[in-house]
Nanobody, 125 residues
Framework: QVQLVESGGRLVQAGGSLRLSCAAS????????MGWFRQAPGEEREFVAA????????QYADSVKGRFTISRDNAKNTVYLRTNSLKPEDTAVYYC??????????????????WGQGTQVTVSS
């Protein structure tokens, strides 16, 4: 059974930084694309960033490009999201997710079949 556990979210001032972590278990972590999504109150869940199984290919939402960095440590079964220059509009619950199919890179939310419980990021102005 695949399990994803996020951590690192908290209240931070605008302009600040956070590193979110997601620890995975239950299958061979290094074979699967990982992604971060977020959902603000009253909004739809949206794609933030994704990274392929090797950590070579990444893709970002336009709203976070240049400020956020996704990375992974396959030896630790963990994916990270470094968030810099945070803005109040980055306030959301951030979810880690992974896909069903190995060795396939995707950013389509419907392809992500396993989700964590989320970690709250709140950015004050």
């Amino acid at each position: 059974q695949v399990q994803l556990v996020e951590s690192g979210g908290r209240l931070v001032q605008a302009g600040g930084s956070l590193r979110l972590s997601c620890a995975a278990s239950g299958r061979t972590f290094s074979s699967y694309t990982m992604g971060w999504f977020r959902q603000a109150p009253g909004e739809e869940r949206e794609f933030v960033a994704a990274i392929d199984w090797n950590g070579i290919m990444t893709q970002y939402a336009d709203s976070v490009k240049g400020r956020f960095t996704i990375s992974r440590d396959n030896a630790k079964n963990t994916v990270y999201l470094r968030t810099n220059s945070l803005k109040p509009e980055d306030t959301a619950v951030y979810y880690c997710a992974t896909v069903l199919t190995p060795f396939r890179f995707t950013v389509v939310a419907a392809d992500f079949k396993y989700w964590g419980q989320g970690t709250q990021v709140t950015v004050s102005s």
